[in-house]
């Protein structure tokens, strides 16, 4: 195996869409995560605002073992997580510390098998 591939994708409740919006928890999030998987971060994580068009927060966390990406789209509450590693990503664990900060619904949940 040449590594995982976790992608959640996720809708959250009317109440917590304005956390989607926060710099400061997505930074707190990208920050702590890999930690929770027990992967070593490379470098403070780096967040960009998304265009007026498509309002949101793009941030990107580099761990030792590849890189955890987290997308917001603020108009309709949905959020995107993937994580990519070279070592196994314990998916539950993500779910639980993802459901401790955001109030969401599952919309599509896959692990991929890297080659």
Same mark, same amino acid.
């Given at each position: 195996?040449?590594?995982?591939?976790?992608?959640? !994708? /996720? &809708?959250?409740? @009317? #109440?917590?869409?304005?956390?989607? !919006?926060?710099?400061?928890?997505?930074?707190?999030?990208?920050?702590?995560?890999? !930690?929770?998987? $027990?992967?070593?971060?490379? /470098?403070?994580?780096?967040?960009?605002?998304?265009?007026?068009?498509?309002?949101?927060? @793009?941030? &990107?966390?580099?761990?030792?073992?590849?890189?955890?990406?987290?997308? @917001?789209?603020?108009? @309709?509450?949905?959020?995107?997580?993937?994580?990519?590693? &070279?070592?196994?990503? !314990?998916? #539950?664990?993500?779910?639980?510390?993802?459901?401790?900060? =955001?109030? =969401? $619904?599952?919309?599509?949940?896959?692990? =991929?098998?890297?080659?």
């Amino acid at each position: 195996m040449n590594g995982q591939h976790f992608i959640l !994708d /996720a &809708v959250c409740g @009317t #109440e917590e869409r304005a956390k989607l !919006d926060d710099e400061k928890l997505m930074q707190k999030v990208l920050s702590e995560l890999p !930690d929770v998987i $027990k992967m070593n971060k490379l /470098a403070a994580p780096f967040i960009v605002r998304g265009a007026e068009h498509n309002p949101g927060l @793009t941030g &990107v966390a580099i761990i030792e073992t590849s890189n955890i990406v987290l997308h @917001t789209f603020t108009e @309709t509450g949905k959020f995107s997580l993937d994580i990519f590693s &070279v070592r196994q990503i !314990d998916e #539950e664990k993500v779910l639980e510390y993802m459901r401790e900060k =955001f109030n =969401f $619904k599952i919309l599509r949940r896959n692990m =991929f098998e890297r080659l």
